[in-house]
């Protein structure tokens, strides 16, 4: 924090500045807060300060609001000379609707100052939308209230977000005179996140022409309006001088349900050659409606009968491969002294006798592939390599006694690195400058190695930065093939697995004896992941570790869809379905219902339920024991509402809706306060009458209620938040971003729970 001194003040004010700071400093966390600043000296109506410039500071620490908002009051400085040093993000002024946004750490403070009013200090709390009312002083007259509005003014509202289903909306007033016969409106809405900022979807845009503007629009699209980019979004209506209201809602899928979204749109009014309007408005804000978010559900975990999954002993093909680094004599096939050199021929034959002693293993494969960095002639680059490949072999092969090296099948090979892997290096440790100038040198010579080289090579940075990347590219990458056949007892398997542990060498039918004598879940779950791998590796994924492995996640609650994915087919849209592995011959069970169920539980548990309702359509509708969480799934996702597209659509959302309802009393209250109708409220709030208040979330749920019933409710609602905040403090962060609550109730709330 840097200190400035005003000439003539004889006072210090607050600026913040880049000078070193502490580095806790760097861990607050950035929001973008937003809101409005009206002016309300008159009681009767509020309206947004036009003739008064509105400053509002972020301050990094509530003490520097303080100091601050003093030497505003005092007059000691003055909004201009305190702005000279605010930059960028750290100073906002509000627009001619009042609105403003500002970047500022989630335990900050912001400071409002609008012409000689005394300065205003808000606490952030974590809060996204902040809302500020001052009066200036003045009562307006009548002329002012009763002015035509000049400008498109859309007041931002709370929207729903129900699983990752965003459903923004708003009314947008499009004032008499701002359009006309020879323009077009365009209205383009995005949705960011409130976290990051970050656009994450723009929305189908809507497009209003005049009818001249329409007219001439046609002709210079040569009579094909399908040449205009913009035409399947025009909307009937015409645009004209007249005042018009646009009534305006949509729906979009966002990529993470636990976090807010808020919406923009761009609107633009255009004519033939000049745009006279364009503004980019906030139709929601980041305070979401979550009425789901207090549904309680369990997820339960399935096994998988192994009993139903028999193995047998039998010949199995293994592959297993690796890299080592060797290094060798300029221009020659005889590795250096470096004792890394012996060190990974060491490991590489130790891998060999690994599968040499394993009972019942027979190596036939063993393959050499080493890669020659690409300076030089390319050919001659690729013989030495293929050179050095052989002579490597020929060591290794010494571990192997002759009659079974004789009947190992061996093929060393080489091959040249291209110079675009040595800027895809560099790239991935950042030093893209260099890596942009080598790949400009391969667009100008492509196909063209030895052009390539010698023009990078007289580069500044040769030798210093790009040789050592050279070196990396020259490596060695092994790979065994072998058979494996034995058919031991229980106890040989156990005694095996006590003795070589989770890295020896296991048959299908040896994982599949251990996993049923096992009783450790970690080095249960270890087995399963080394299983389940080397299945992967062979493409043939098996579903008795795979679904164990997911079985031990979603015990401890870890989400990781991308473990089930390889046992599912979604082109067989049902479950337990039998055929027969046309490559191994084996009969199999193809989306066993325990995996899609599990699978449908990891999608919920993300937060991803598109992919839970498509899990969910697997499972048939008898399979009654998982009919709750298929339910879950699709509430979640938002389909338990009437008026779907087709009566099958509505028949599911219906039993969807009465099947959570009947899992608990508290299920059903949050179901029917979902719908968002007069009569669930009313069916909820009868319920609730019924309901132990000493549960923190009933008293929430009946705050919902009251603030739904409007001015009438807000004392009630003030109250049940208060009463909600006493048994769970928790619930406070909740309700400052929940959309249900208007300022007004927040405040009213957290002033009855500090002064009770």
């Not at 000493?694 to 008293?699: I, R, S």
């Amino acid at each position: 924090m840097r200190k400035f001194k005003i000439p003539g003040m004889g006072k210090y004010i607050l600026a913040i500045g880049m000078a070193i700071t502490p580095a806790a400093s760097w861990a607050q966390r950035m929001i973008k807060v937003s809101g409005t600043v009206m002016n309300v000296a008159d009681k009767k109506h509020k309206i947004p300060f036009t003739d008064i410039i509105v400053h509002i500071y972020s301050c990094k620490t509530v003490a520097e609001a303080e100091d601050l908002s003093k030497q505003l009051k005092s007059n000691a400085a003055t909004p201009e000379e305190v702005t000279a040093f605010y930059v960028g993000d750290e100073l906002a002024e509000t627009d001619a609707n009042g609105y403003y946004e500002i970047l500022v750490p989630d335990n900050g403070a912001l400071v409002f100052k609008a012409g000689m009013n005394d300065p205003i200090l808000e606490r952030v709390n974590n809060r996204m939308q902040i809302n500020v009312e001052i009066s200036d002083g003045i009562m307006l007259g009548n002329v002012m209230v009763t002015a035509k509005l000049k400008e498109i003014q859309p007041e931002p509202k709370a929207s729903r977000l129900i699983g990752n289903h965003f459903y923004p909306y708003n009314s947008f007033v499009i004032p008499q005179n701002q359009g006309n016969t020879y323009s077009r409106l365009i209205i383009q809405p995005y949705v960011l996140n409130c976290e990051t900022n970050d656009t994450v979807a723009f929305l189908r845009p809507m497009v209003y022409d005049g009818k001249e503007f329409h007219l001439t629009q046609i002709r210079k699209m040569g009579y094909d309006l399908k040449r205009d980019p913009l035409e399947p979004y025009i909307m009937k209506e015409p645009l004209t001088k007249e005042r018009m209201t646009i009534h305006w809602q949509d729906t979009v899928v966002v990529p993470d349900a636990k976090v807010n979204y808020s919406c923009y749109a761009d609107f633009c009014i255009e004519d033939y050659n000049s745009v006279p309007f364009r503004k980019i408005f906030q139709l929601n804000t980041c305070a979401n409606k979550r009425p789901l978010k207090f549904l309680d559900y369990q997820l339960n975990v399935n096994e998988l009968d192994l009993s139903r999954y028999p193995e047998r002993a039998q010949v199995e093909k293994r592959n297993t491969e690796d890299r080592v680094e060797l290094s060798f004599e300029i221009s020659s096939d005889q590795l250096t002294d470096d004792p890394k050199n012996q060190q990974n021929l060491n490991l590489i034959g130790e891998k060999l006798k690994m599968i040499l002693n394993e009972p019942g293993a027979m190596l036939k494969e063993f393959h050499l592939i080493g890669t020659a960095s690409p300076e030089g002639s390319y050919q001659s680059n690729l013989q030495l390599a293929e050179k050095r490949m052989k002579r490597v072999q020929e060591q290794i092969m010494q571990v192997i006694p002759s009659y079974t090296a004789e009947r190992v099948y061996q093929n060393p090979q080489a091959k040249v690195a291209a110079w675009s892997e040595v800027a895809g290096l560099m790239e991935a440790d950042g030093k893209s400058g260099l890596a942009e100038r080598i790949n400009r040198v391969l667009e100008r010579y492509p196909d063209q190695m030895a052009q390539q080289g010698k023009n990078i090579r007289v580069f500044a940075e040769y030798k210093k930065e790009i040789v050592p990347y050279l070196e990396k590219l020259r490596q060695v990458k092994y790979k065994c093939r072998y058979d494996i056949y034995r058919e031991p007892t229980d106890e040989e398997v156990m005694a095996k697995f006590q003795k070589e542990g989770i890295k020896g060498i296991y048959t299908r039918y040896e994982y599949w004896k251990l996993f049923q004598m096992l009783n450790d879940d970690r080095t249960k779950e270890e087995l399963a992941r080394k299983a389940y791998r080397e299945s992967l590796e062979m493409n043939q994924p098996w579903v008795v570790p795979g679904n164990l492995l997911a079985v031990m996640y979603l015990k401890r609650d870890t989400t990781d869809t991308s473990v089930l994915e390889p046992l599912i087919n979604r082109t067989v849209f049902t479950v337990n379905y039998e055929r027969t592995n046309p490559n191994t011959g084996r009969k199999e069970i193809v989306n066993p219902i325990e995996v899609v169920a599990n699978q449908l539980n990891m999608y919920i548990r993300k937060g991803d339920f598109e992919n839970a309702s498509v899990m969910a359509k697997l499972i048939p509708d008898g399979e009654t024991k998982y009919d709750l969480t298929k339910a879950y799934a699709w509430a979640l996702g938002g389909y338990f509402q009437q008026g779907g597209a087709s009566e099958e659509e509505n028949a599911r959302a219906r039993h969807t809706f009465d099947t959570i309802c009947r899992s608990s009393e508290r299920n059903a209250i949050v179901m029917h306060l979902a719908l968002e109708t007069p009569e669930g409220n009313r069916t909820a709030e009868t319920m609730l009458a019924h309901q132990s208040m000493e549960d923190a979330v009933m008293w929430y749920l009946k705050a919902v209620v009251a603030a739904r019933k409007g001015d009438s409710g807000l004392t009630d609602a003030a109250l049940c938040l208060m009463r909600a905040f006493n048994l769970d403090k928790k619930l406070m962060a909740t309700a400052q971003n929940d959309g249900e609550f208007d300022k007004e109730i927040m405040e009213t709330a957290l002033d009855l729970y500090n002064h009770q």
